[in-house]
């Protein structure tokens, strides 16, 4: 269950801040955009970008928390550090594959910058953070 709680807060969270990433773009551009427009652009991001976005995530989570998991042997961190640090790693590392990959200089506009980078990086971090919430509070 964990795990896919990780999953939906990273996608989620990573789908709304691309399109308020998108939106900020077109605004510095001069567009006029209402909170109907954002509400309306976040609700279509949401039931088109979020589940191309979510196969992402799903690879990057599959690797990097067994990953975190089996170096809890090794580091002496926190779940609570541990498990967000790796959801962070690994969807970095899953977008720069991405970016390497693509036609396109980035797949996904918002990591254009480091704002949006971190931004994006964060929504995996909070996924993370979840994810080690939900071992905690597992009965063994």
Do not use: H, K
Request: proline share 5%.
């Amino acid at each position: 269950m964990g795990f896919v709680l990780a999953l939906l807060v990273t996608t989620l969270s990573g789908s709304l801040i691309q399109t308020q990433f998108n939106l900020a773009a077109l605004a510095a551009l001069g567009a006029e955009i209402s909170l109907s427009t954002r509400l309306t652009t976040s609700l279509q991001d949401l039931l088109g970008f979020a589940p191309l976005y979510a196969g992402m995530v799903v690879l990057s989570l599959a690797a990097s928390i067994p990953l975190a998991a089996l170096s809890r042997r090794w580091l002496a961190l926190p779940p609570a550090l541990l498990y967000p640090l790796a959801a962070a790693l690994g969807l970095w590392l899953a977008l720069l594959v991405a970016d390497t990959l693509a036609p396109m200089p980035t797949l996904i506009a918002a990591t254009r910058s480091l704002s949006g980078t971190l931004a994006m990086l964060g929504g995996a971090a909070l996924g993370g953070l979840v994810y080690a919430c939900c071992r905690a509070g597992r009965t063994s």
